[in-house]
C-alpha cells in the first residue's frame, strides 16, 4: 500500500526547518508523496495578527510548490469555520482512499492528540509518525498513544537538531535582525514584497 504523508502547519511562515522535516520524513518513512496543509482557521489558538489563511498558503507554494513528491492542499484554507484535523483526513482519504495516511508531527502536537477534535477519528483514518529527538519526549508520547489504545499507530523518525522557528523569524524581522537565511527564497521573497511581519 502505498505511504502517504500529510504534514499540516500555520507555516508563519514556513521556514527551513520544515524543509527539512518534510526531507527526512520522505526518505525515512518511505512515504511516496506528502501533502503539505496550511492551516485554515486553528480552533485551538488565538490568531489575531497571523496573516490570512490564503496568504500563508501562498508562503507554503513559495516554499515548497513545484519540489518532487510534495503537493501544496487548500482544503483547510477554502473551507468555512475552524479547522479540524479530522475533516482534514476526511477529505485526503476520500482522494486517496488505497493509500496508507501518515500524519506528521512534532513532540508536542502528538502529546496532545487526545484533546483533539474527534481523535478517534483522527488515530482511525491515519497512523502518526513523530519527529523527536529526545528519548524522554518518545517515551511520553508512546505512554499517550498507548492510554489511547492506539499504540499501533505510532513510529518516529529522526529529525536533525536545528533550532529555527517561525516565531523565531518573525521576532527577527521585528528587531530588523537577519532572518533570511532562515528561510526558502521564494518565502523571503513574498514577504519582502508583500511587506509582511513589519518588514
Do not use: C
Not at 481523535?119 to 508512546?142: C, G, H, K, T, W
Not at 518516529?156 to 528561510?183: C, D, Q, T
Request: net charge negative; proline share 5%; no cysteine.
Amino acid at each position: 500500500m502505498t505511504r502517504l504523508g500529510v504534514f499540516g502547519s500555520s507555516f508563519n511562515p514556513p521556514t527551513l526547518a520544515h524543509d527539512v522535516l518534510l526531507a527526512e520524513a520522505g526518505w525515512q518513512l518511505s512515504l511516496e508523496r506528502i501533502v503539505v496543509v496550511p492551516t485554515g482557521e486553528a480552533w485551538h489558538k488565538v490568531t489575531s495578527g497571523v496573516p490570512e489563511g490564503s496568504m500563508r498558503l501562498g508562503l507554503a507554494r513559495a516554499a515548497f510548490e513545484g519540489r518532487k513528491g510534495l503537493e501544496i492542499s487548500d482544503s483547510e484554507v477554502r473551507r468555512e469555520g475552524p479547522s479540524y484535523t479530522s475533516d482534514t483526513l476526511e477529505e485526503i482519504h476520500s482522494l486517496n482512499p488505497d493509500n496508507q495516511i501518515i500524519f506528521l508531527a512534532g513532540t508536542d502536537a502528538a502529546l496532545g492528540v487526545g484533546d483533539w477534535h474527534r481523535p478517534e477519528r483522527v488515530l482511525e483514518l491515519a497512523s502518526f509518525a513523530v519527529a523527536s529527538r529526545s528519548e524522554i519526549a518518545r517515551e511520553a508520547v508512546s505512554k499517550s498513544f498507548e492510554e489511547l489504545g492506539a499504540s499501533d499507530r505510532l513510529e518516529f523518525f529522526e529529525m536533525p537538531g536545528i533550532e529555527i522557528s517561525s516565531s523565531l523569524v518573525r521576532e527577527r524581522i521585528g528587531l530588523g535582525r537577519p532572518w533570511k537565511h532562515l528561510v526558502p527564497h521564494g518565502v523571503a521573497e513574498m514577504i519582502d514584497n508583500e511587506g509582511l511581519y513589519g518588514e
